[in-house]
């Protein structure tokens, strides 16, 4: 089945240094990658998508790109803040029976951003 | 605006109680999803339905329940039978097709 390895955290850095979170993913389709984010306490919001090989998605300074010859999707920031103190989980969406789609989530990269 | 509500946001319950938690969405999206999630674990899916009248077990459903007699509406029951249900409980919708999703602000279950 369709399964996500994301690297474990925690990930620790000091402001405006260079994030690197490493997701790899193991697919039998051709599936849409997603990068989420989620808050202490709260639900899980979309930082960034990409649907087919070479697509790059960014939002909030961060970005990915779909690489199909690795079966890679890595997040990157060049300057982390405070404030991108959360959990990073990365996704892959592939179709299911009738037409939906199923997500599955990698275990989650803490990262801790210090001033 | 439009989004996706899960109630209460807290919730305690002793053991052996069945409890049903909340979720709606006004975003007029066809697939509902239910997910938990687990220290260490990441998020693993429970339940999730296409349409209404109409739902799929997940990966981990033994122990949980659902009904879908509203397109809004997608309860989540945690019976009894359910062995560790001390847990996150993530609610989400999405647009039917390959597509992320939009998520609830969960509900964290407590079980004493």
């Known amino acids: 089945g369709d399964s996500v390895t994301q690297m474990e955290g925690p990930v620790t850095l000091s402001e405006e240094a260079c994030l690197t979170i490493?997701?790899?993913?193991?697919?039998?389709?051709?599936?849409?990658l997603f990068w989420y984010v989620q808050y202490p306490g709260e639900g899980l919001q979309l930082l960034l998508k990409?649907?087919?090989?070479?697509d790059k998605g960014s939002n909030k300074g961060f970005e990915a790109t779909y690489r199909k010859e690795t079966t890679s999707f890595h997040l990157e920031k060049g300057s982390v803040q405070v404030s991108d103190s959360a959990v990073y989980f990365c996704?892959?969406?592939?179709?299911?029976?009738?037409?939906?789609?199923?997500?599955?989530f990698g275990t989650g990269t803490q990262l801790k951003v210090e001033l | 605006d439009g989004g996706i509500t899960q109630s209460p946001k807290y919730l305690f319950r002793k053991e052996g109680q069945n409890v049903t938690l909340s979720c709606e969405q006004n975003l007029n999206h066809d697939a509902m999803y239910w997910y938990r999630q687990d220290p260490g674990q990441g998020l693993r899916l429970i339940y999730y339905s296409q349409i209404v009248n109409d739902f799929q077990k997940g990966d981990i459903a033994e122990g949980y329940s659902v009904s879908r007699e509203k397109k809004e509406s997608f309860p989540l029951t945690v019976t009894s039978a359910q062995k560790n249900p001390t847990a996150f409980y993530l609610c989400?919708?999405?647009?039917?097709?390959?597509?992320?999703?939009?998520f609830g602000s969960g509900t964290r279950l407590t079980v004493v």
């Open positions: 996704a892959l969406s592939d179709m299911v029976t009738g037409g939906g789609n199923k997500l599955t």
């Open positions: 990409a649907t087919k090989a070479d």
């Open positions: 490493n997701c790899t993913y193991t697919a039998t389709g051709y599936p849409s």
């Open positions: 989400a919708s999405s647009t039917v097709g390959v597509g992320g999703y939009t």
